[in-house]
């Protein structure tokens, strides 16, 4: 496949979860959305790795594995944010019993 | 059209519907069950660029753990409803249009890059072996220095998540209380 | 590599502290011992001493410009220790766990600040933010603490999401992640959208306009000792991280950023000081004071010379050194308003006096280390090329007087009765010893950018 379809494909994704950032009030479902961006960039890391795979195989070992590599590293800290933030929308819930976030813009004063 | 592009665009089909259906749902227990459908697409992607073993931990770090997590805390606020106030209408459209602009400027961007291809079934850096190899040679200093940012993630969910255990229940329903008027809910 | 190590020990060290320590003050005596070594640690490396020879395989390289921020962030921390580490007591129960959590965010700052690889560049700020979500959030019953939290957890993970595209992006166009990348004569589009979500989520982390919305709200609602923290030290650190980002990985495609950053600097500038006129609250002009004076801290981005970057360290140090000698002072206050400083001068002549030079310092008043660290910055700007940016940035520095002098006015020439509590014979010394490092560095500031090169 060219990597164009690639490109597109995480992009949409990623533009899917921006669109859910923006539009949800749900604490919860805001974070699933940048969950969904945070994949969409691990696709798009696959792809390249294997395009940079393809192109240099011949001169390098292990060639693009970098790329692959980075996507581990997007999921240890993909986790250690999931434990923070959840942690903090339970807190949140814990004083107010919603996970609204407009009540945020209200309170400012 | 070879075998692998047709499973590429029915990979590709369901992942941006079962995206979309994300952001859509109403209820929140639906929308996890959609971005577990999103990431055992995107796993098929990655066996299809020969990424194995990330199609593995995908499935088991994202579909299997942080996504159980997520669930269990919407069950355990009993958000299993369609309780959530919505955005007015003109906020979402004006979300979902910034969204498709930024989407249109970047792909305007990137149509031109060059052509190259991503050949489907060859290679195997894919592999735990390979992997484990260059994680444990290049990449060593990155993962050790990972474990800081889990320590202080460990440390960050005690701190948050332990109860306080001075204030008595009624007290602290009487705060609650307080605070939805305050923001009336 | 020496702060790097010694740091993250120190965190580990404070976490066990909570349950090997009974007592609160042996803790913090524990803190303060441990950051000192950590100090004294990254001098010998500085002097070419290192502890550990380990082979980061060229993702780390600790110049002596990342040297010179590490020990420039661990003093201000050793500052803010020695003057807000009792307050912090007061946020929650887990005193020691906010300790090790600072440790830990002084590890990310090493990391942010010697990074030559994208991958270590992620990993530093997320080790810089996740702490700090968690101190936002940690005064747990109180509302706004918990809305600031939720608020900077969301902007900063949506800012990560962008970063992250951004670093896969050029990724793609170069193979690699190790920064310094050349360029041919056609710069590849992936590379340049690339640069330009990098470019959106470090204005996210360092709080530049037009992304800086969440800032005030963030900055009020965290604990105030926090604030204190987040707004010097780590506001610093980010920047670092960014120059160091800009100068290395994308200093070969400079004409195409160049006019972007200088317009993100002239927006920070007049947003941050036009809306900081406007605050009834000492906290939140603060907040907004930090806006602007990262509006200047962007010039160094923009003219990317060898006075910017000495222009830098400098600036780092007297903004955070006066931001938080005046907070220690507000946390103390009774009444964050500036009618709460009202006959302050008064009551504690002494204190009203240090906080005058701090306030000086902010301003850019000569003889203050503010001053100069802001002329280093108009120098280089003009070096650069933009003498109307210059002239921009002189006028907003004017117009920031205002608002800074807002304060001196209400401490001296209005009557009313302030309130502070807890001002102790050694906090006062400690406070002076601040103001006379910032005049010190006002006057001969070699003293501290020679470290560059000797």
């Known amino acids: 496949m060219p990597i164009n379809y690639y490109i597109f494909l995480s992009l949409t994704l990623f533009v899917i979860g921006i669109i859910g950032v923006l539009t949800r009030r749900n604490a919860i479902i805001i974070f699933m959305c940048i969950e969904l961006m945070l994949n969409a960039v691990n696709l798009l890391l696959v792809a390249f790795s294997k395009m940079h795979y393809v192109t240099n195989v011949s001169k390098v070992t292990n060639a693009g594995s970098d790329g692959q590599l980075f996507v581990f590293f997007i999921m240890v800290v993909a986790a250690a944010e999931v434990a923070v933030g959840l942690s903090i929308i339970v807190m949140l819930f814990r004083n107010t019993h919603s996970v609204d976030v407009n009540f945020l813009n209200r309170l400012k004063h | 059209m070879g075998i692998t592009q047709i499973l590429f665009w029915i990979l590709a089909i369901t992942a941006i519907f079962s995206a979309l259906m994300v952001v859509i749902s109403k209820n929140p227990v639906y929308s996890v069950l959609w971005l577990i459908v999103t990431f055992f697409t995107i796993s098929g992607h990655y066996i299809l660029l020969n990424a194995q073993f990330l199609a593995v931990v995908n499935i088991i770090v994202y579909a299997g753990a942080i996504m159980v997590l997520f669930l269990f805390v919407i069950m355990l606020m009993n958000l299993n409803k369609e309780t959530e106030p919505q955005k007015s209408k003109w906020l979402k459209l004006a979300g979902a249009v910034a969204g498709g602009c930024l989407l249109l400027v970047l792909v305007a961007g990137l149509r031109h890059t060059e052509k190259q291809m991503t050949e489907m079934v060859t290679g195997d850096i894919g592999l735990i072996q390979n992997l484990g190899k260059v994680l444990f040679k290049d990449y060593v200093v990155p993962f050790e220095i990972s474990s800081i940012l889990f320590l202080s993630a460990m440390v960050g969910a005690v701190v948050l998540g332990k109860k306080e255990p001075r204030i008595p229940v009624e007290t602290e329903m009487r705060k609650v209380e307080e605070t939805q008027q305050a923001i009336n809910i | ?454």
């Open chain 3, 1 to 454: 590599m020496n702060a790097l190590i010694f740091s993250a020990v120190s965190g580990v060290i404070m976490m066990f502290s909570s349950f090997l320590l009974n007592n609160k003050n042996s803790v913090r005596v524990l803190a303060h011992v441990l950051l000192l070594a950590t100090i004294i640690a990254n001098i010998f490396e500085l002097r070419g001493i290192s502890f550990f020879h380990i082979d980061t395989r060229g993702m780390l390289e600790f110049d002596r410009f990342a040297l010179l921020f590490t020990l420039v962030a661990n003093v201000c921390t050793f500052a803010f220790f020695l003057l807000s580490s009792r307050d912090l007591e007061k946020i929650g129960n887990h005193y020691s766990d906010y300790f090790s959590l600072l440790f830990f965010i002084l590890a990310g700052i090493v990391v942010s600040s010697s990074f030559k690889s994208l991958l270590m560049l992620f990993l530093g700020i997320e080790i810089l933010s996740i702490p700090l979500y968690i101190l936002t959030g940690s005064d747990k019953r109180n509302l706004k603490s918990n809305e600031a939290s939720l608020k900077y957890f969301l902007m900063g993970s949506f800012s990560t999401g962008l970063m992250l595209m951004g670093i896969a992006l050029i990724y793609g166009a170069t193979g690699t992640f190790q920064t310094g990348i050349t360029v041919a004569e056609k710069v590849p589009v992936l590379l340049i959208t690339g640069m330009m979500l990098l470019l959106f989520s470090m204005s996210f982390k360092v709080s530049a306009a037009p992304f800086h919305f969440w800032t005030p709200d963030v900055y009020d609602g965290a604990p105030t000792v926090v604030t204190s923290f987040m707004a010097t030290v780590v506001k610093a650190a980010g920047f670092i991280a960014f120059m160091r980002l800009f100068a290395e990985e994308f200093g070969s495609i400079r004409p195409e950023w160049k006019l972007l950053v200088g317009i993100v600097a002239a927006v920070t500038l007049f947003i941050g000081n036009i809306t900081a006129v406007f605050q009834q609250s000492v906290k939140r002009m603060l907040a907004y004071s930090s806006i602007s004076q990262a509006g200047f801290m962007m010039l160094a981005i923009y003219s990317l010379s060898n006075d910017a970057k000495e222009g830098l360290i400098l600036y780092a140090a007297a903004y955070s050194l006066a931001t938080i000698g005046i907070f220690a002072v507000l946390v103390r206050m009774k009444d964050y308003t500036f009618e709460g400083f009202n006959g302050f001068a008064k009551q504690q002549p002494f204190l009203a006096g240090i906080l005058v030079v701090f306030l000086l310092s902010l301003a850019g008043i000569p003889l203050t280390a503010g001053f100069l660290s802001k002329f280093y910055m108009l120098k280089a700007t003009i070096d650069g090329g933009s003498l109307a940016l210059a002239i921009f940035a002189v006028l907003m520095a004017a117009v920031s007087v205002y608002y800074y002098f807002r304060l001196i006015q209400s401490m001296y020439f209005k009557t009313g009765n302030a309130t502070i509590s807890g001002t102790t014979t050694g906090f006062k010394y400690t406070l002076a010893a601040l103001a006379g490092i910032t005049i010190l560095l006002g006057i001969f500031p070699n003293l501290l950018t020679n470290w560059l090169y000797f």
